[in-house]
């Protein structure tokens, strides 16, 4: 089972994703904006496999913090999952260019989602 980071400014999604996450057994991290999330990143003490992010948020937006991992060696590697109401193919492709490798738009339909994370935690498992 993975430790999994929530960024997101919605308490509401914030709270619906753990309980999913929880559920499929996870441990589950939360942050109020990027820059809480990188905070939480940085903390040598936890090892985080798989982050979801909002793109809208105060302080630093998604699409910020994702710059910030991708520039990181040493949290590059993290898969990403942007949950959003956002769907601008500018933004997208800029996710994908910063480690997005899912575009989620909200409101999830969990079964899909939760579907999605085992597949990649099931890949970067063996990686
Ligand atoms: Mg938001």
Redesign the pocket.
């Known amino acids: 089972m993975a430790n999994v980071l929530i960024v997101?400014?919605?308490e509401t999604?914030r709270t619906q994703l753990r309980k999913d996450l929880s559920h499929a057994g996870h441990t589950t991290f939360e942050a109020g904006n990027g820059l809480e999330g990188l905070k939480v990143l940085d903390d040598s003490a936890v090892k985080i496999d798989l982050i979801f992010c909002?793109?809208?948020?105060?302080e630093m937006d998604?699409l910020t913090m994702c710059r910030e991992l991708h520039s990181n060696p040493l949290l590059n590697k993290i898969p990403i999952f942007m949950l959003?109401?956002q769907t601008s193919s500018e933004m997208k492709a800029e996710g994908k260019a910063s480690g997005v490798i899912a575009w989620v738009i909200k409101p999830y339909e969990r079964n899909k989602v939760m579907g999605g994370v085992a597949k990649v935690l099931a890949r970067t498992a063996g990686a």
């Open positions: 997101d400014d919605s999604v909002d793109v809208n948020m105060p998604g959003t109401t």
